[in-house]
């Protein structure tokens, strides 16, 4: 296995404009997190997936994202109409459901809005 | 929501020298882990480890989850070691994890 892979790697995008990450997680992993960073900060939750059931979302989801895991494979995470404060690095992560809960992080999308 | 603090935020080490980093956390938690960020941003899990003590190599961390905190050692430090650590919990194996604001090392020869 390849470990969890991402694409594009980077995305620079006009403000106003919808975007799309891919998140391909570790093929026995069950669970799947995407993550917001921003430069300085930790990583900060914004949705999970456990299979194809979206479990919970953080108040940092705005209305403007969605993600999506259909049939419990690969993810994707849409920004609509993207806005400056969305520039950050997206990671997607992801682990097991039971015993050793160990995260798995891809290399993350760098996404700029201009 | 659960609080993770990370001590110190900046660290400055001669190669070779050992370090202790500490991660302190606000609630009750059963899973707990540390990761190292490198200089291009990638995020390498370096330990799940909710209790008791692990080592790799020349890391190794222990964590005393009655009070609420957690230990990672760096021993014999190299200049590949440079980036930032960060320690994230959670309450139990079915919530996502809370990440700490890290500590950044930087290791210089």
């Known amino acids: 296995d390849t470990g969890v892979s991402q694409n594009p790697r980077h995305k620079i995008t006009k403000r106003g404009q919808n975007v799309t990450f891919r998140c391909d997680p570790i093929s026995e992993h069950n669970r799947l997190y995407w993550y917001r960073q921003t430069l300085g900060q930790g990583p900060e939750f914004l949705t999970y997936?456990?299979?194809?059931?979206?479990?919970?979302k953080s108040r940092l989801l705005s209305d403007r994202f969605s993600a999506e895991r259909p049939k419990g494979s690969f993810s994707t995470l849409e920004i609509q109409r993207t806005e400056q404060g969305d520039s950050a690095m997206y990671l997607c992560?992801?682990?097991?459901?039971?015993?050793?809960?160990?995260?798995?992080f891809g290399s993350g999308t760098r996404l700029t809005v201009v | 929501g659960i609080q993770v603090e990370q001590s110190p935020p900046d660290l400055i080490l001669q190669e070779g020298a050992n370090s202790t980093l500490r991660c302190n956390f606000s609630d009750s938690v059963n899973n707990l882990q540390w990761f190292h960020q490198n200089p291009w941003g990638q995020l390498i899990n370096l330990f799940y480890i909710p209790s008791g003590t692990k080592q790799n190599g020349r890391l190794s961390a222990t964590t005393v989850a009655t009070e609420r905190y957690s230990l990672l050692y760096i021993s014999s430090s190299q200049t590949t070691d440079s980036g930032v650590y960060f320690c994230a919990v959670a309450n139990s194996g079915n919530t996502p994890l809370v990440f700490g604001k890290g500590t950044r090392l930087s290791v210089i020869a």
């Open positions: 997936f456990q299979n194809e059931a979206q479990l919970e």
């Open positions: 992560a992801s682990s097991k459901t039971a015993g050793n809960y160990g995260y798995t």
